[in-house]
């Protein structure tokens, strides 16, 4: 038979499932991972109950147990990246989409609402958004699995050096230099610019873009793009870069989304839209979720993903648009 920890009811334990999914997501780099990763985290709580003595925060003792899950699941699996890690552009030609990427390589987006905080001052919901960004989230892939564990609980949930020795089983001096080699590779890693609030300037911007893109207004919204910008999507290894091999690509091979419909939503700490494309039957089907990427009040990047079988349901999406 198996018990919770003394004192503690299921629903006790539930509430650290915020947080935790974060921290899985970050060391895991799949919102499906994560949410697997911290179910099993409860259910191993849960049945070693009798083992949990209170010598420890019941939080600091799920944290554990989190990283040992995501320990385990890191052992011998290949890093998540993007596909702009993954090799050179492509030009925007159909030919470019007969690369895939196999399955589970890249870095994938969580909802904002599974992993931010309910309740945050803006400083710190700012900094728990930039934490969770695509291009951070895959900058800690390149890290060792032990070593980016030291590294989130100090940089991004601010541990003490000697709390994550406790919970990483070793030193204060080993969690110290961990800590030395991650900062100094995710300072050569290209992190991109940090997502501010949206503002009325972005919110404008936002709201420019989605009237280009229904309209498919192309030369408008290749304007409101930055001269460098990219565009990836995931599972094709393809990815495009420059505003004009983006609006070359929407008119050419990428020319089936004229008279889509986007919902808005956030994703990895910043603005996402659903995308639905017209259905032959009616209405509008589900293609892909957008994640942008803002950067001098222009967009940077558009990361569509389109395994919407598995993402549409986790963000709570509809199923489908009717006329």
Do not use: K
């Not at 709580?45 to 799920?62: C, D, K, M, N, P």
């Amino acid at each position: 038979m198996t018990v919770s920890p003394p004192g503690l009811a299921p629903a006790d334990l539930d509430s650290y499932r915020r947080e935790l999914t974060a921290y899985c997501y970050r060391m895991l780099g799949s919102g499906f991972d994560a949410e697997d990763a911290v179910q099993e985290t409860m259910v191993r709580a849960w049945r070693a109950g009798e083992s949990f003595e209170g010598r420890s925060s019941v939080r600091s003792w799920l944290y554990r147990i989190a990283t040992n899950v995501c320990l385990d699941l890191l052992r011998g699996r290949q890093r998540r990246a993007r596909p702009m890690e993954l090799g050179p552009s492509r030009p925007p030609v159909e030919s470019s989409l007969e690369g895939v990427l196999p399955d589970g390589t890249w870095v994938s987006p969580i909802a904002d609402d599974r992993v931010l905080p309910v309740e945050a001052d803006p400083a710190e919901m700012a900094a728990a958004r930039d934490s969770i960004r695509l291009a951070f989230v895959a900058a800690l892939q390149h890290l060792p699995a032990r070593q980016r564990a030291a590294l989130i609980l100090c940089e991004v949930l601010r541990w003490h050096a000697v709390e994550v020795a406790d919970l990483l089983d070793t030193s204060v001096a080993a969690v110290n230099s961990a800590l030395q080699r991650a900062r100094g590779t995710l300072a050569s890693a290209d992190l991109g610019e940090r997502q501010a609030a949206v503002d009325a300037e972005q919110a404008d911007l936002l709201a420019q873009y989605v009237d280009a893109f229904e309209r498919y207004d192309v030369n408008r919204l290749v304007a409101l793009l930055r001269a460098d910008a990219v565009q990836s999507m995931p599972p094709y290894a393809m990815w495009l870069e420059g505003a004009r091999n983006i609006g070359q690509w929407m008119l050419g091979v990428g020319n089936g989304c004229r008279g889509s419909r986007l919902l808005p939503t956030w994703a990895s700490g910043c603005p996402a839209f659903a995308q639905y494309r017209v259905d032959p039957l009616g209405g509008h089907t589900p293609w892909a979720l957008q994640v942008l990427e803002t950067s001098g009040g222009r967009i940077a990047g558009i990361h569509s993903f389109l395994e919407v079988e598995r993402i549409f349901p986790a963000f709570g999406l509809p199923a489908h648009l009717p006329e």
